[in-house]
């Protein structure tokens, strides 16, 4: 089984080493010890981990019962280009880049600009963006 650093987990996790460090003190998340005294997390511990936080952050979202995209990453607004009709919206999520195509009114609706936080939701296909 393929075990992950306390670093790789984290970015696995979207979250800072600190916090994954953190959360295996508290016992949240299980580690061992390789050969070499670095602490490791095996994947299927990181994997069930990973969605126990996943569900706890959906429970937090408010807005989630209100769309049927579940696949939510939310993050920070790193770029928008606007075209007469159509606009490009870029959002950086943890380690995900998630670009989205909508229409340049939307855009404006939802008063999106760089350095705002937004959450992209994907299902299918197609990526949502809900501004938060």
Excluded at 19 to 44: I, M, P, Q, S
Excluded at 85 to 92: F, G, K, R, Y
Excluded at 94 to 105: A, F, I, K, M, Y
Aim: charged share 25%.
């Amino acid at each position: 089984m393929q075990s992950y650093t306390i670093g790789q987990a984290a970015r696995l996790l979207g979250v800072s080493p600190d916090t994954a460090r953190r959360w295996a003190d508290a016992g949240r998340v299980k580690t061992h010890r390789d050969e070499n005294g670095r602490r490791l997390v095996d994947g299927r511990d990181l994997a069930a981990f990973s969605i126990e936080i996943g569900q706890a952050g959906n429970g937090e979202d408010e807005d989630a019962s209100y769309t049927s995209a579940r696949n939510a990453f939310p993050g920070i607004v790193t770029a928008v280009k606007l075209g007469d009709v159509a606009a490009q919206v870029e959002i950086q999520a943890g380690p995900h880049r998630l670009v989205s195509l909508l229409t340049r009114e939307a855009v404006e609706e939802l008063g999106l600009e760089v350095g705002m936080q937004a959450t992209a939701r994907v299902k299918s296909t197609n990526v949502h963006i809900d501004r938060v």
